[in-house]
T-cell receptor, first 117, second 116 residues
Framework: KAGVTQTPRYLIKTRGQQVTLSCSPI?????VSWYQQTPGQGLQFLFE???????NKGNFPGRFSGRQFSNSRSEMNVSTLELGDSALYLC????????????????FGPGTRLTVL | DQQVKQNSPSLSVQEGRISILNCDYT??????FLWYKKYPAEGPTFLIS?????DKNEDGRFTVFLNKSAKHLSLHIVPSQPGDSAVYFC???????????????FGKGTHLIIQP
């Protein structure tokens, strides 16, 4: 079974631009979560999507948004990029995600390394 | 405000000995804890988890201990092997009112180095 894939793997943007990152979950997985990893803050939860609906959201500004398609693939969008948005963005998929009461085992993709200049 | 803290950025252990990685948390609402392992250029991989109703969970060479009163958990790896060299993240989640669990809150990680 193929793992979680993320595209692109590396991205360089300038301040003020917007960016869209893509995540394809493991086949059969309906939950996709996004995380931001930076050296200073570590791994931080952005949001979770399940059946095309955002079900959970972390403490990030509205510039960070996402969506999920009917095939469970997910995209994350960051508008008006700031230097501090430079990070590794990780996507994780699981069967039913967080709704089951216990965090379903999440399988992470390799991440997209975003650099904002 | 770090709700999950891993105070040792790195830890060096000899092959064959026990590795003990520590994690402290401040949010008393956390009731489920997980450990992830991460190699460079790869996403984190789930290792082991523990619910707050337990104080110990074992899976092969990996054992997680939870001390709720101290808000502390630890991961023991016995015996340590060269392939265990990686960054280990502790993560926690809280039960939400109305059902479901909150997104995972991660510590900043501990880089474990197994020396031959």
């Amino acid at each position: 079974k193929a793992g979680v894939t993320q595209t692109p793997r590396y991205l360089i943007k300038t301040r003020g631009q917007q960016v869209t990152l893509s995540c394809s979950p493991i086949s059969g997985h309906r939950s996709v979560s996004w995380y931001q990893q930076t050296p200073g803050q570590g791994l931080q939860f952005l949001f979770e999507y399940f059946s095309e609906t955002q079900r959970n959201k972390g403490n990030f500004p509205g510039r960070f948004s996402g969506r999920q398609f009917s095939n469970s693939r997910s995209e994350m969008n960051v508008s008006t990029l700031e230097l501090g948005d430079s990070a590794l963005y990780l996507c994780a998929s699981s069967l039913v995600g967080l709704a089951g009461g216990r965090p379903d085992t999440q399988y992470f993709g390799p991440g997209t390394r975003l650099t904002v200049l | 405000d770090q709700q999950v803290k891993q105070n040792s950025p790195s830890l060096s252990v000899q092959e064959g000995r026990i590795s003990i990685l520590n994690c402290d948390y401040t949010n008393s609402m956390f009731d489920y804890f997980l450990w992830y392992k991460k190699y460079p250029a790869e996403g984190p991989t789930f290792l082991i988890s523990i619910s707050s109703i337990k104080d110990k969970n074992e899976d092969g060479r990996f054992t997680v201990f939870l001390n709720k009163s101290a808000k502390h958990l630890s991961l023991h790896i016995v015996p340590s092997q060269p392939g265990d060299s990686a960054v280990y993240f502790c993560a926690a989640s809280a039960w939400l009112e109305g059902g479901g669990a909150d997104g995972l809150t991660f510590g900043k990680g501990t880089h474990l180095i197994i020396q031959p």
